[in-house]
């Protein structure tokens, strides 16, 4: 039993070390993460930790969190899954507490408000950015275009987003059987 | 104390519905928790939404749950971030728990890899959509247009981290706008 709250520890830490250093989003943890679980701790063999990518990239939810729950669910269970998720999110989780909290208070100031006013259009663009890095690789034939303008029509005309990609994931599924 | 318990019930559900559709992480996260938030509840204003995907950029960890954390926060102040962040993470947990069990034994799941690989424009739309609509209130001016334009470039063709993009736009507002 001392063993298993050991590992869980290990891992809870590991992640929460992981979490407290990666700027930028989700899929910049998942080299990370694979360094410390397969490599260095080597809990996961490379081969099952590749092909638990596909899955873990399809999955909802964020990225970063399906991957630590994969990883610690595959060395120490369900515990280990709720330690790797608790690690990785928890970083995250308290400085953007901190930050909003003083966000929240300063946000009258004209000099906040000033640079606010020109981050606004910076995340415009990152957005737009993450569009185009993502469609490079995912329109890559008629169809998946023709779905891709769909989408962008039938959200603006007010369909609920989940409807859309629920529908295109079914379609998905239809057109092969 | 009542309605407190009731709101933070809302957001739990709401970030819950959130955290299961949101296919492929962070950036597609933007336009569904946007309808919750903004369109549906109306917790959020517009700019509001946006300068907390701002913040959610600059901050460490997976930007999904720094979004639930500020959104959260907002909301329902301390509680509502803890609330908004187990209801967001919560769908993908179960989801993987569920799934790494059988993973191993049915290593290919080919009827999950079909849906997704369906589902994957629809997210390009999905994403696309929620910058047309996030820079409804962003680019108001010239000013804002340029620097959308060249952090657009930047971050198209360099490897400029988007945290030193978002911190240089913020400085080039303070000059702009303040001084």
């Not at chain 1, 970063?64 to 060395?75: D, L, M, P, S």
């Not at chain 1, 308290?94 to 003083?102: E, I, P």
């Not at chain 2, 994957?120 to 739309?125: D, E, K, L």
Request: with cysteine; hydrophobic share 60%.
């Amino acid at each position: 039993m001392r063993g298993r709250s050991s590992i869980l520890w290990q891992l809870f830490v590991s992640l929460l070390r992981i979490g407290a250093f990666t700027f930028g989003g989700g899929y910049v943890m998942i080299p990370l993460i694979k360094h410390e679980v397969v490599d260095r701790r080597r809990w996961i063999s490379q081969e099952d930790f590749m092909d638990s990518l596909a899955v873990i990239q399809s999955a909802p939810g964020p990225i970063a969190v399906n991957t630590a729950a994969f990883a610690g669910f595959r060395v120490c269970g369900t515990w280990g899954a709720l330690a790797a998720v608790a690690g990785a999110a928890l970083p995250s989780y308290v400085v953007m507490l901190l930050v909003a909290a003083v966000f929240s208070a300063s946000v009258d100031h004209p000099a906040v408000a000033a640079i606010l006013r020109g981050v606004r259009p910076a995340v415009v663009a990152l957005i737009l950015a993450a569009a185009v890095r993502l469609g490079e690789r995912v329109l890559v034939d008629a169809p998946s275009m023709v779905w891709f303008v769909g989408s962008v029509v039938a959200i603006v005309a007010g369909i609920q987003p989940i409807l859309v990609l629920v529908a295109a994931g079914v379609w998905g599924v239809g057109r092969r059987y | 104390m009542r309605e407190v318990s009731k709101l933070l019930l809302e957001l739990f559900l709401c970030m819950l519905k959130v955290g299961a559709f949101s296919f492929g992480g962070g950036y597609c996260m933007i336009p569904l928790l946007r309808a919750e938030v903004v369109d549906r509840y109306g917790w959020l204003s517009g700019s509001e939404f946006v300068d907390v995907i701002a913040v959610a950029e600059m901050t460490p960890g997976p930007i999904a749950v720094n979004l639930a954390t500020f959104a959260g926060y907002k909301v329902a102040g301390v509680w509502g971030s803890m609330v908004a962040t187990c209801g967001v993470i919560l769908p993908s947990l179960l989801l993987m728990i569920l799934v790494s069990g059988l993973f191993f034994r049915y290593k290919r799941l080919p009827i999950l890899q079909l849906f997704f690989r369906g589902v994957r424009p629809a997210i390009v739309g999905l994403i696309a959509v929620a910058a047309l609509v996030v820079s409804r209130v962003s680019m108001v001016d010239s000013p804002t247009f340029v620097i959308g334009s060249v952090v657009l470039i930047l971050a198209l063709g360099t490897s400029v981290h988007p945290v030193i993009l978002i911190a240089g736009a913020g400085v080039s507002g303070l000059l702009i706008y303040y001084w």
